[in-house]
């Protein structure tokens, strides 16, 4: 039998996000700025039947709006993603 713990207040916040809007952005970072900077999705699967989201490199602000808008898409029209799949409106005249 599988001995249960209570929640962190951390693990908390990541279900309460993902219950009011959908997924929940967690941004990563390295102290020695040897890694590139990421953010990435919770909660995809659950709320769009999709795959997690992970973006690289851009300022943090950016790599959330875009994490958000690929959730919109997903659940709002329909978007499927796969590999190598290109998405417009991430950013402005670009497809990512």
Partial sequence: MTE?????DFEERILQ???DHGC???SVF???GKEPDFSCSIGFPKTAGQPEVIVFSLPK???ANMINEIWRQCT???L???D???ISGLIEGFEC
């Fill in 24 to 26: 929940m952005v967690l």
């Fill in 80 to 82: 499927k993603l796969a």
């Fill in 4 to 8: 249960r713990h209570p929640l962190t």
């Fill in 76 to 78: 709002s029209e329909g």
């Fill in 84 to 86: 190598g799949k290109r």
């Fill in 61 to 63: 602000a950016l790599r």
């Fill in 30 to 32: 390295d102290r020695e």
């Fill in 17 to 19: 996000n993902i219950q």
